[in-house]
Structures are given as C-alpha cells and as structure tokens.
C-alpha cells in the first residue's frame, strides 16, 4: 500500500465505535505511517543544546533545545537493562500478577491548580469478542517485576517509521516502565500481544502456552520514557507526560518482526489538534475487580474528550468516561484518521470505587521528540 502524501487534504476524525480496530484490520499495516510517526520523527529534536558538561535540564522548556547528542546522553545515564530468562513468564506466573495500579485522581473533588472541564458520563468497559483480529491483536499485555512485585499492565504495537512494516515498537504508560524519581526500571519486562486471543484461557481451568500467548512472549530490549516523568513522582503534572516506548524482540530470538507476527501496528498521531478529537476508544486488560485480566476490553466514548490539566504550561490530559480498572494502564486510545486507526493517547490515570473515567496524556512535541529519537537511534 502506498505511503500517504503528508501534503493531503487532513480530514477530520470521525467518531470512533466499537469497531474501531477490529472493523479496520489494520488495512494499513506494512504502510510507512503519516506525519509525525512518519518521515517528519526522524528529523529529531530543534537544534538548539545544552551546553556540554552542563548537565541535562529535563523541564518540559528545555527539552525543546536538545539536540541528537542529548538525547543519546539522556538515554545513557538512564539505561535500561532486562536480564529476563526465557520462559520466566509461566502461564501460572502471568495469572497470578497483579493489575500495576493506575495512578488515581479524584475528578470530582477540588484541588488547588488543577484545571479541569466537568467529569464525563461513566462509559461501561465491555470485552471484545473472541477471537481477537488482525486489528485488536496490536493490544497486548506488558508484564513487569514491580517493587511490590509481578505486575501486568497494557500496550499496543505501533508503527516505526525507521522500519516500515518490521516494527518491533510498543507504546505504554511510563509508570508501567518505572518508577519515577527515586525509583528504577521495572524488571523482567515483556510483551504479550493478543493476550488469549481465542478465549480459551481462563482462570481456574488448564489451558497452554498457544492458548494464552498466540503470537509469543516478546522480550524487551530498550526502553525510554519522558525525561519530565524520571524528575518527578506522585499524581500531578507528571502524569501528562505519562508515556513510555520499549523495543522488544520475540523470546526465541529469531523470526519476524512483532508488526510481522501480529499483522499489523499503529501509527501515531502527535501534535493532533484537540477540536479534531471528537470521540475516542480505549483498549485495555483491567485486571483489578470487576476483572480479573484474561480479558481485552474497551470503552467508546462517543463525545469530545474533556480536560484535565496540573500544570497549564503542559498540554492537558483528555478524558473520557471509562469502567476499566488497574491493568488496563497503558492500553491505548485510538481514533479514525483517512480511515485507518490511529494512536492519540493511553490511560495514565483514573479513579476508584466505582471506576468512571480514564485520563490519557496529549502526545505533543515532547513525546513526539522522544519517539523520533527512539525509533531511530535506539537499537
């Protein structure tokens, strides 16, 4: 299929369905994603640096002079190392992880500098059926050694624009990634895309490693998150820059790409201008109660995402209304573009007892800068 002019008419974003990855599968998987995630990532950060030896500033302002240079400082003073031992992940040992909790936010009580539109409509989580397509085999579920132990979160396949067709790129919250400041890398981090696809596993009976894990365990390998999330901790303006990338390679070692094994990835859409979002739907594996994990679900939010903000020097978070709980963090938040799904946001946050809304952040020119430089340099 042939690339998309970047000079084409943008059409606006439909309204997203149910349907909005599994309807599509992915008819533009093997494409060289448009815009940002396209040929405009790889041109990296503005010019401008920091001054060598200086000492990397990671506010959200300094970011927008780093240069290749810093970025590759950043990376190395920040590595990520994932001594993870074929087959650690058993099937007993993946049941049994716990949702990696998502960050809460009470939406609906006041707190001093926060910004906020009034909390959407709770929208109730429902399952897609099984067995999971081509399009919805792009979500899959992270698995991480966390400081309280195993843990399991959300991600989604994503387009490379370095490797056209061959991505082997996920995209997920950075909290399912570390710890924020004063905190470290999760451990033992791997990636299960269409996690029980056909619905044969469930808790409680006996199922095998096909049946839970259809396209393998895939190990990560790299890892980055925003530069804001590493100097800062708690629930605030860190979380508008809640966003994370790993790139993983199959457990085996060898054999296709994660794009390739799955049939398909996702391209997405940095910078997208907020009156172009009207509706949005968020894919995930909530693992806390009501769920239990096995399960991919997702809510369609059929109005305009509201507004959430800490810090009004950052973009604001959207919101939608959405039932899914813990596990479901990371998962993300698709909408219809030129026909083709793609990628805007991820769930970051949200609140508790009862659960009635997901906050994702705004994928601006920070995280468009990181994932340029990723998807790049980062091998």
Known sequence: MPKTSRRAPRRRAVPAGAAVLTALSLAAAGCAPDGPGGSDAASGPPAAAARPGAGLP??????????????????????????????FWSIARMERAKARATPEFSHRTAAPGVDRDPPPAAVAAKPVPHPYGPGTGVVGRIFMTAPEGDAACSGTVVSDPANPGRSNLVY??????????????????????????????????PYTEQQVSPYGRWTAVRALVSPTWLKESGVGANAQYDYGIIRVRNESGSGPSLEEAVGGSIPI???????????ASSYGYPAERP????ELDHCDSAVRPTRLSFDAARPPMYVIGCTMTGGAAGGGWFIIR????????????????????????SLQDQAKQAFGYFSKNVR
């Open 58 to 87: 990671t506010g959200p302002q300094e970011l927008a002079n780093w240069k290749v240079a810093d970025w590759a400082r950043f990376v190395g003073e920040n590595a990520f190392v994932n001594e993870l031992a074929q087959g």
């Open 172 to 205: 997920t919250a950075a909290h399912c990634l570390h710890d924020g400041k004063g905190g470290g890398w999760m451990k033992n981090l791997a990636f299960v895309p269409a996690y029980n696809r056909d619905g044969q596993a469930g808790r409680g009976k």
């Open 269 to 279: 859409w940095f910078n997208a201008p907020r009156d172009q979002i009207t509706s």
């Open 291 to 294: 769920f239990d994990g096995m």
């Open 338 to 361: 030129d026909g083709k799904p793609n990628l805007i946001s991820l769930n970051s946050i949200g609140n508790r007892n009862p659960s009635e809304y997901l906050a994702g952040p």
